[in-house]
């Protein structure tokens, strides 16, 4: 095995080594930075959830009851809940890429039959009611259109002007009751205060921003890779021109002399230091040994 073949193994080795440390390495940040931005995504819904409720019961519920003596009628978009939910039902609804994102106000006993909480979000309003210092819960599910990450808060009765609609049955607003009415049943009553009575919850989907981490980590690991192969090929060419080659003519002229041949031409002393230095050594070494074969040769 020759040295430039030698040289081309062990940079083959130690150039994989560090490829897989740097594909490890930077896989566990990419992945890393797409679930921040999933979890970043969804804070951001749940804040904007948390305003449009702020809102709604800072603005638009008391100019409803303003007019309420004018026009007996219920308005769903002055309950919170309501215009939250319908908020983002509008930007699910959107050409903006948010098909896949998703906002409910999941309720044990809601009033809209659509808050009904189902199946694993049963379990996040039992979870929240049991633990009652849980503020926050966050996870990440299966289903049919890839994983969702969620986010959820706790819905607690926090005021006496939630129990006006969702206390006694007959207390409500018999608008609402109307408004809610299917085959003479309207749930949504008894709520008390501090109660948990169901969970915010934003679920985002990770398969986008995962996609893009893949394909940056594709992109990354094949640019390394080429970087690798064509840094190979140019420290190959130039170790061959600066070491190998002229080393091959000293020991071309070398294993001429030591058979005999004195007559071979004087290297050049041109190069690297060491080469140069090797090269003017060998040109004495030859001059010297012509000399001693003619003196011998003269005797």
């Known amino acids: 095995m020759n040295l430039l073949t030698r040289f081309s193994l062990i940079f083959l080795l130690i150039f994989a080594i560090c490829l897989a440390v740097i594909g490890y390495f930077s896989s566990r940040f990419l992945w890393d930075n797409a679930r921040e931005q999933v979890q970043t995504q969804a804070k951001m819904m749940m804040d904007t959830a948390l ?6 019961s800072g603005h638009i519920q008391p100019i409803l009851q303003k007019t309420a003596t004018v026009e007996a009628k219920f ?7 309501f215009a939250a939910t319908e908020v983002f039902l509008k930007l699910h609804d959107s050409n903006g890429g948010y098909g896949d994102y998703a ?36 996870g990440q599910r299966s289903t049919p259109t890839g994983d969702m990450l969620y ?19 007959d207390d409500a607003p018999p608008e609402m009751i109307k408004e809610y009415s299917l085959g003479g049943t309207v749930n949504g009553f008894g709520w008390k205060m501090g109660e948990t009575i169901g969970a915010q919850i934003v679920s985002v989907p ?4 995962v996609k893009v981490a893949d394909s940056a980590f594709h992109q990354l690991m094949f640019w390394l890779l080429l ?11 130039t170790l061959y021109l600066a070491v ?35 090269a003017a050594a060998f040109n004495r070494m030859h001059r010297s040994l012509a000399k001693a074969m003619k003196l011998i040769d003269g005797q």
């Open 75 to 81: 308005h769903p978009e002055s309950v919170p809940a």
């Open 51 to 56: 305003a449009v409720r702020k809102y709604t």
């Open 227 to 237: 970087g690798g192969i064509l840094t190979l090929v140019i420290l190959d060419v």
């Open 244 to 278: 190998i080659r002229p080393i091959q003519r000293v020991a071309a002229n070398a294993d001429a002399t030591s058979k005999g041949d004195v007559d071979v031409p004087e290297l050049p002393v041109t190069g690297a230091r060491e080469i140069s230095v090797l």
């Open 206 to 209: 990770v398969s986008k921003p």
């Open 151 to 169: 986010l959820a808060q706790p819905l607690v009765v926090g005021a006496e002007s939630c129990l006006k609609c969702h206390g006694l049955r």
């Open 103 to 138: 906002y409910k106000e999941a309720v044990l006993n809601p009033t809209n039959p659509r808050d009904q909480a189902r199946d694993w979000e049963e379990d996040i309003v039992n979870d929240f009611r049991n633990h009652p210092e849980k503020k926050e819960i966050r």
